[in-house]
């Protein structure tokens, strides 16, 4: 049985899938108080793929990250948890800073606006200040941890559920064409 018509509907799941898991992460959320978007260099959301695959009679839609971003995306989707405050995450930080590099060159590339912590004034990026910016930032994400976004559970149930029923009608055409061929 050849399934053609299950086979484009599943193809079309995927493709609507990735597209809605790379939407997730480019929301700005309020987490914490704070407006957080997940999107920092464009890596994660292009690692996303979709891959359907078949055996026998079965059809399955596998969603995943891939490239360099698949070293960090289930951190991502899945939260860490802090040393002093648990998200629910899957994984927890065990020491007092995370990557600082990671940290001071998120910092460099992304529009941070740096600022005092006592006056609350903006600070121009000098060295000093982003070197005290990242030990900032960077201690503070191991005490508070990372809340998930499930950007590919989300994605994929979202395009799920736009072609559940393309998905149900392709089955049944493409039973009736095999029950009918010559």
């Known amino acids: 049985m050849i399934f053609t018509q299950t086979n484009k509907v599943l193809n079309e799941w995927g493709r609507l899938g990735v597209e809605r898991s790379q939407f997730e992460l480019k929301i700005t959320r309020t987490i914490r108080g704070r407006k957080v978007s997940r999107m920092a260099s464009g890596n994660l959301a292009k690692g996303i793929y979709y891959q359907v695959l078949r055996q026998k009679r079965d059809f399955a839609v596998k969603f995943g990250v891939q490239g360099i971003a698949s070293k960090y995306s289930s951190f991502i989707h899945d939260g860490v948890n802090g040393t002093e405050v648990n998200v629910g995450g899957a994984y927890s930080f065990k020491k007092k800073f995370v990557n600082m590099d ?43 941890g990372i809340v998930g976004v499930p950007f590919i559970d989300a994605g994929s149930e979202w395009a799920f559920n736009k072609i559940q029923k393309k998905l149900e009608n392709a089955w049944e055409q493409d039973s009736i064409d095999f029950l009918t061929e010559d």
């Open 102 to 144: 990671a940290i001071r060159k998120w910092i460099i590339a992304k529009p941070v606006a740096l600022r005092d912590p006592k006056t609350g004034a903006f600070l121009s990026k000098t060295e000093e200040n982003i070197n005290r910016a990242t030990y900032m930032i960077s201690r503070s994400i191991a005490k508070k």
